[in-house]
């Protein structure tokens, strides 16, 4: 177990490092951010001095290696545009993304694991047909377009909602579905095949004939042994997410980490574009991780065909 555990933290460690090398190099291709700080009437003096006090007139070589020293301490720096540590900033953000995220992933849960749940029992029926479309129709439609249409009719229209901003629970209810619908589609089809794989097995057949309920099959033995699949997928799903709160927090003017990447974007401050997209990679990196050992606690196999290859 042990040497399963330094390898995925291995692993895990050189994916961190791969993601902050990417992005430090990435984000220097889409301008210098001096110019967007100085005023219009500014001097190239003016300009040089600004460039200078920002760190950026150094070598990239050297501002990276800096900025290796500085995430390796957990220090992101100042915002060039807001002149506030990026810290502070993330943290008045930060507990929106989790609200949101939080409720995006109970309505997936809460909703897709039981729809694929009946889509497996009840194969080939008349409700199997109706909830295999509101799948495929919650995963072929675009987080903006269902969260604009959520905001007409439910904001707009019917007034049931508050159609954008934070402040209640009713706030959150529009964005963590918006954001959901595509993780509950996925979880649902995912549980399906899981439990169609489980029910196909030697072990199901023979309880079967050996008189076992349905209820009492789904509880002590379908449940457990598709947990791996959902395990995964969970894992992933953290990370879509995250990808999707950007979309879902603009449309829904929601004021989370989201919306702050589309503005530090626009305003090319690095620092903080920076900060938001290496916490975003140690997320996915540890649920990864955590899911990973879960897999190996689950079903020791996991492990123990790793130690053999």
Known sequence: MLDFFLRRAGQAAVAVFGVMTLIFFVQRLTGDPTYLLVPENATQEDIEMMRKSLGLDRSLIIQYWEFLKDTARLDFGVSYVQNVPVWTILAARLPYTLQLASGALFVACIIGLPIGLV????????????????????????????????????????????????????????????????????????????????????????????????????????????????????????????????????????????????????????????????LGAFVTVAANFLADILYSIVDPRVRLGEGEG
């Open 119 to 278: 889509l497996a029992l009840t194969r080939g029926n008349r409700i199997s047909g109706l909830l295999m479309g509101l799948v495929l129709a919650a995963q072929s439609l675009p987080t903006f377009w269902s969260g604009i249409m959520m905001i007409m009719i439910f904001g707009v229209w019917l007034g049931w909602l508050p159609p954008s901003g934070t402040g209640s629970l009713a706030h959150l209810i529009m964005p963590s579905i918006a954001l959901g619908l595509l993780s509950m589609a996925t979880f649902a089809r995912i549980a399906r095949s899981s439990v169609l794989d489980e029910m196909s097995k030697d072990y199901v057949r023979s309880a079967r004939a050996r008189g076992v309920g349905a209820s009492r099959l789904v509880r002590k033995h379908l449940l457990r042994n598709s947990m791996i699949p959902v395990i995964s997928i969970t894992a992933l799903e953290v990370s879509q997410l995250l990808a999707g709160a950007v979309i879902v927090e603009t449309v829904f003017a929601w004021p989370g980490l989201g919306l702050l990447t589309v503005q530090s974007v626009a305003a090319r401050d690095f620092l903080v574009v920076q900060a938001i997209v290496l």
